[in-house]
C-alpha cells in the first residue's frame, strides 16, 4: 500500500472545501463525500507543549464543547466531550496528529507531534 496526501499548509482564513482521492493500484479512483471547514480560529487556541513526549494540555479561552485527536490514516484515537477551557491529553504513540476542538458553532483545527 502506498499513502500519500497533499498538505494545505497556508488555507485561507474563512471556509475551505476538502474532499480525499483514493486511487486504487489499477488506476480506478473515487472522491470521498466534500468536507467543509472553517479556518477561523478561536481567539485563543494552543497545545502546549507541542512537540510533547505524549502528554499535552490543549488550551482555549473559550469552553471546548468537543475534541477529537486524528492521527494520519483518518482514525480517531481520542474524543472527549467536555465544557472545559483546558484538557489535557495522554498519546502513546510516535506521530502526527490533528486536533479538533469544537467550541460552540466554531471548529478549530491544530496539528500535535508526539515524539517519544
Known amino acids: 500500500m502506498v ?3 497533499k498538505s494545505d ?3 485561507y482564513s474563512g471556509t475551505s472545501y476538502y474532499r480525499l482521492k ?4 489499477n488506476g480506478a479512483y473515487k472522491y470521498a463525500p ?3 471547514v472553517n479556518f477561523s480560529t478561536p481567539s485563543f487556541l494552543s497545545a502546549y507543549p507541542n512537540p ?8 482555549s479561552d473559550q469552553d471546548i464543547d468537543e475534541l477529537k485527536v486524528v492521527d494520519m490514516l483518518g482514525q480517531i484515537v481520542y ?4 465544557h472545559a477551557k483546558k484538557i489535557t491529553l495522554q498519546l502513546n504513540k ?3 496528529y490533528f486536533v479538533t476542538v ?3 458553532q466554531e471548529v478549530s483545527m491544530k496539528k500535535l507531534v508526539v515524539l517519544k
Do not use: H, L, R
Request: glycine share 10%; aromatic share 10%.
Open 3 to 5: 499513502f500519500s496526501f
Open 9 to 11: 499548509n497556508k488555507p
Open 22 to 25: 483514493q486511487v486504487d493500484k
Open 34 to 36: 466534500m468536507a467543509k
Open 52 to 59: 510533547c513526549n505524549g502528554s499535552t494540555t490543549i488550551y
Open 79 to 82: 474524543e472527549e466531550n467536555s
Open 94 to 96: 510516535e506521530g502526527s
Open 102 to 104: 469544537t467550541c460552540g
